[in-house]
């Protein structure tokens, strides 16, 4: 059984940071590229960062460069989202997702929330 497991969201101030964590299971984490989308009350769900290997290339989008910093840990069947000066305009929740070919995978999401 596929399983994707985010955890780690919560109300924090901004500035603050947070690190969210998707535990992986039922299926070959290594071969899978795996990505943190966000969705906003009232808006689509949009594409945050995402990385293929271990220290390989990681993507961003512009929002987010620099204060937030995905990993992933292969042994563990763990990816994260290390997210530093955190913004308002972050708050969303947070969705793991793992895609292989045509096999495309979602956790059920973790609420983030930035506010004074």
């Known amino acids: 059984q596929v399983q994707l497991v985010e955890s780690g969201g919560g109300l924090v101030q901004p500035g603050d940071s947070l690190r969210l964590s998707c535990n992986a299971s039922?299926?070959?984490?290594?071969?899978?590229?795996m990505r943190w989308y966000r969705q906003a009350p009232g808006k689509e769900r949009r594409l945050v960062a995402g990385?293929?290997?271990?220290?390989?290339?990681?993507d961003y989008v512009d929002s987010v460069k620099g204060r937030f910093t995905i990993s992933r840990d292969n042994a563990k069947n763990m990816l994260y989202l290390q997210m530093n000066n955190l913004k308002p305009e972050d708050t969303a929740v947070y969705y793991c997702?793992?895609?292989?070919?045509?096999?495309?995978?979602w956790g059920q999401g973790t609420q983030v929330t930035v506010s004074s």
């Open positions: 039922g299926f070959t984490f290594s071969r899978f590229t």
């Open positions: 990385m293929l290997l271990p220290g390989g290339r990681r």
């Open positions: 997702n793992a895609v292989y070919g045509s096999l495309a995978y």
